[in-house]
Nanobody, 124 residues
């Protein structure tokens, strides 16, 4: 079973920066897409940014020009550099990954996993 663990959230003033990281582990053979989503109180989970195994990125309009997603394929990690943070960026940020892993029975299976979430709070 593939596990994702996020780190790097916290409290920051408007205009500040944070860097989120997510590490995937658990019999991983390959990861296709990795990404970050967020969910603010009372709102649906929304896409922030995704990155393919080849490095192609897609950022939500709200993130363009301020947030940058990157990944290290050798370490199965994905990062989100967030600059010029605004109070409306306050949310729980979730890491996502999908790919192929090998279970204890050595059978290859597809996986689709989420992290537990990390809180980002931007004060005005």
């Amino acid at each position: 079973q593939v596990h994702l663990v996020e780190s790097g959230g916290g409290l920051v003033q408007a205009g500040g920066s944070l860097r989120l990281s997510c590490a995937a582990s658990g019999g991983i053979i390959s990861i296709n897409t990795m990404g970050w989503y967020r969910q603010a109180p009372g709102k649906q989970r929304e896409l922030v940014a995704t990155i393919s195994s080849s490095g192609t990125t897609d950022h939500a309009d709200s993130a363009k020009g301020r947030f940058t997603i990157s990944r290290d394929n050798a370490k199965n990690t994905v990062h989100l550099q967030m600059n010029s943070l605004k109070p409306e960026d306050t949310a729980v940020y979730y890491c996502y990954a999908e790919g192929v892993y090998s279970g204890r029975d050595h059978v290859r299976r597809l996986f689709d996993s989420w992290g537990q979430g990390t809180q980002v709070t931007v004060s005005s």
